[in-house]
């Protein structure tokens, strides 16, 4: 029997569903609340994720600011520009499209956005927060994980969650988000990366597997326990269409549950980063 598929869009629909509340308490107070996204050159994926999450924006009322900078600015204006969008009072949310061309530091750019405004929380501080269990901002892909496991009925307390990958945009702050001692937490948790020696015997003793490892199809079906529930982070472009780090024909024939790719995790990054934005607007105008 072939696994149940997790629906990210529909879940994220539910997520976005409960923000429209909030956001018009804002608006009845005059706020719109407002994403601005920084990209600097033309990485084509880098332009069409900004697009959607311009288009999310422009769905659920919120105001939203594309800047685009030439593949060769000096890494003093992307930070002029972020230094004017913190002081923007239009402006609830930052982010800074990664990756950067070589000219410009991550560490500095990521450093540059205000805390208060961190959506994507890359800010060293605001990463810390969530490594101590306080977070400011729960980074969106991670908590886009958390939110599809703990809505299809997977909650991660007592589970073994493997998550391949210990990049600091997935693996690593999704490990330091399951670890809490908190709701839609608790879960025991391994992290495996390329110096990691048999992956699968690792995978095979996951209740929860997150594949993020940026290889296309990485995960096949001998690496699965019977009735793991797989979530599949990876985003690749081939002739066949959009793939993930899973090979999903296959494993879906040994998993309990699966995301699929795309309609997986993908929709859910952007409902947290809209989640964000409206924490974000909130915390802000009640500053004012
Ligand atoms: P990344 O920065 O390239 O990191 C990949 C991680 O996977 C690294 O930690 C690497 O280990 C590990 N890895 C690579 N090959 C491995 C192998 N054979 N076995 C075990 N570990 C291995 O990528 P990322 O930014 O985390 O993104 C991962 C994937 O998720 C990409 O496909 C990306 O497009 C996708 N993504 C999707 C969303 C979404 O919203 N759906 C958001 C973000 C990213 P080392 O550290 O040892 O090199």
């Known amino acids: 029997m072939g696994a149940t598929i997790i629906d990210g869009k529909r879940i994220a629909d539910a997520v976005r569903a409960e923000l429209r509340p909030r956001i018009a308490g804002l608006r009845a ?16 994926a880098s332009v069409l994720y900004v697009k959607m999450k311009s288009q999310a924006c422009e769905e659920m009322g919120l105001h939203s600011v594309t800047l685009r900078l030439p593949a060769d600015a000096p890494e003093a204006g992307l930070l002029a520009e972020v230094r004017g969008l913190n002081a923007d009072p239009g402006v609830h949310g930052i982010l800074v499209q990664q990756p950067l061309p070589s000219q410009i530091s991550t560490m500095r750019a990521v450093s540059s ?24 901002f729960a980074p969106a892909t991670p908590a886009g994980v958390i939110e599809l496991l703990v809505r299809s009925g997977n909650d991660p307390g007592g589970k073994h969650v493997v998550i391949l990958g210990r990049s600091n945009i997935v693996g690593r702050p999704l490990a330091a988000l399951l670890m809490q001692k908190a709701a839609g937490a608790n879960a025991t948790v391994t992290v495996c990366h390329v110096k990691t020696r048999d992956l699968a015997q690792h995978t095979r003793r996951a209740d929860i597997l997150v594949a993020a490892t940026g290889r296309p199809q990485l995960v096949t079906a001998d690496m699965i326990k019977p009735g793991a529930v797989v979530v599949d982070v990876g985003v690749h472009r081939t002739d066949g269409g959009l793939v993930g780090d899973v090979a999903f024909d296959e494993v879906k024939e040994v998993a309990g549950m699966i995301t699929p790719v795309p309609g997986g995790v993908g929709p859910m990054t952007t409902a947290m980063l809209l989640l964000n934005t409206v924490t974000a607007a909130e915390k802000l105008s009640e500053q004012r």
């Open 29 to 44: 107070r005059g706020v719109t609340p407002g994403l601005a996204a920084v990209i600097v050159g033309d990485d084509p």
């Open 113 to 136: 956005v205000s805390v208060d405004k961190d959506v994507d929380c890359f800010h060293p501080e605001n990463v810390g927060l969530v490594l101590i269990g306080a977070p400011r």
